[in-house]
Structure formats: C-alpha cells, structure tokens
C-alpha cells in the first residue's frame, strides 16, 4: 500500500508537470521506473488509461500498471537466472501460438463476412424432433404468471381473482390493471422458465420441488408489505424431455455452430484444391 501510495504521489507530478501523449525520445532521464537494465517511459502509458478516465481514477489505475510492469519484471529476471536454457527456449512454441492466432483471426473475419445467422423456425424444430433424446431437463420448469403486489393496494382482491382465470381477456385485463398500478408481473405466455428462476422472484423455499409442484397451481405468500401471487398451469421434471421453446436458443447455437463448422471445412478444401490445381504445395518421398 506505501509502494503505492508513493508511486501515485510521483504520477501526480508526472500528469502535472508533463502531456504523456507525445512521444519523446527514450533517455533514462525520462524513464518512470527501471528494473534492472530495462526501462519504463511515459508514452508506455498512453494507452493504460481509458480516454475520459477521472483524473484520481487515471492516477490509481496507472500506478497499479507500474506495480505490476515491475513485479513482472522482477519474476521474469528471476525465472531467466535461474532456469537452464532448454528450459528458457520457447521459440517453436511462441510461433505455434502466433500462427493460432492467426488463423483464429482469419477464420473470425471470414464466419463474420459469410456466415448466414439466420435460423428459421422450422429447422429448428426439425432438429429438436431429430434429437428429443439429447434434451433431458437438468432442472425443474415451469409455466407460470405471478404478481408482486403493495398488500395496501386497493385492487388486490381484482388481481388475484383475474390471476386464477384462465380466460384470454382476463388475462388482458390483469395486464392493463398492473401497468396501471405499478405492479411487477409475468403473465404466462407459454415461456418456460425454470423453478429456481421463479423462486428468484418469489420467495419460495421447498425442500421438494417436485411434491410442491404436484400438489400447488396456485400459490400465495405474503410478508410485511408485499402479497405474491403465483399461478402454475403446468411443469415438468428434471431428466424428463425438455419443452421445444426451452430449447430453441441451445438448438439455434448449435445448428450455427454447424454452419461455422461446414463454412470453415469448405474453406479449407477449397484452399487446398486451388492449392494442388496450381501447384503450390509439394510433398517429398524420401
């Protein structure tokens, strides 16, 4: 903290006394902080704090940049002196990582340029009625309104009783009589959502989710201040075959990922035959 403490002392000087911006020609006289022979200088820092950055706040994140340029510095001169030099030598490995990154460049502007991101309905449900047997539910969901509601609130009674309606304009009226007084609320519009999601909203504490659901459709709680309704039309357990629209966006990843995998197989055969047709590539038989 006192290492701290002095090295943003010494920033306040340095953004006082000088614009770190131009770049000057590096001396030791305006280097910030040495370790050893290396050497750290101003324009090191041009990019370190985000444009627009509170002055207290650039002295701070600067100075955390300057502990830890000088702790690295330290470590790395330690681990040279004292590893063997096979040990020391990560050429082929340094190379290997840049062609990675490379590529994974190439191949992320390429997806981005080519890549048909759009997924239609159909063939998302094609692909679910295909593989039901791959979505096993890991939790409990449910289908499920509720209403969060001031227990003080004058229309409490009205809401709860066109919460338990299964008619479509009660449904419409509940919305328009929650909008109207504030009120947080989810009218069921055939959205799964899982159990622990709800028991976010609502404060629900069972030790068996499965029995509660069995035996509850409607559910009433209240505290100090606040009444919370829930209604559950239907639910299904963990391990049994997930609901399509619980799956869609999985299915969507996947069937894009698919595409990515499809697009980047024929960009590759393309290059390799263009490659063969124009003899760019020789393999020798020794």
């Keep these: 903290m ?13 953004f006082s006394s000088c614009n770190l911006l131009p770049q000057k020609a590096k001396s030791k006289e305006k280097a910030i902080a040495r370790v050893n022979d290396k050497y750290l200088y101003q324009e090191d820092l041009v990019d370190v704090v985000p444009a627009g950055t509170a002055a207290n706040d650039s002295i701070e994140i600067t100075a955390a940049y300057i502990n830890n340029w000088v702790r690295q510095e330290l470590l790395l001169k330690q681990a040279e002196d004292n590893l063997e030099e096979s040990n020391r030598d990560f050429t ?3 190379e290997q990582y840049r062609n990675s990154l490379i590529i994974y460049a190439y191949e992320s502007e390429l997806v981005n340029q080519k890549l048909d991101t759009v997924v239609p309905s159909s063939e998302i449900e094609e692909y679910y009625q295909e593989n039901q047997s791959n979505f096993h539910l890991r939790e409990n969901i449910v289908l499920a309104s509720y209403v969060i509601i001031n227990k003080n609130l004058p229309v409490l009674n009205k809401v709860k009783s066109l919460l338990t309606s299964n008619r479509d304009a009660d449904k419409e009226k509940l919305q328009t009589l929650c909008q109207e007084n504030n009120v947080d609320f989810l009218i069921n519009d055939g959205t799964w959502m899982s159990f622990a999601d709800l028991a976010r909203k609502i404060p629900i504490t069972v030790d068996d989710q499965e029995e509660f659901l069995s035996k509850n459709k409607f559910i ?6 606040t009444m919370y309704y829930v209604a559950i039309s239907a639910y299904k357990s963990k391990e049994s075959i ?5 799956e869609t966006e999985n299915i969507r990843t996947i069937l894009l990922n698919k595409r990515k995998a499809t697009l980047l197989q ?4 393309d290059l390799i035959s263009d490659a063969v047709k124009h003899k760019k590539y020789e393999i020798f038989k020794k």
């Excluded at 006192?2 to 340095?14: E, G, H, P, Q, Y």
């Excluded at 997930?242 to 619980?246: I, R, Y």
């Excluded at 024929?266 to 055969?269: Q, S």
């Design 266 to 269: 024929r960009m590759e055969d």
């Design 2 to 14: 006192l290492r701290l403490l002095v090295i943003s002392a010494f920033l306040i000087s340095v």
């Design 242 to 246: 997930s609901p399509l629209n619980f």
């Design 92 to 94: 082929d490995q340094i």
């Design 220 to 225: 009433e709680i209240k505290d100090s201040t």
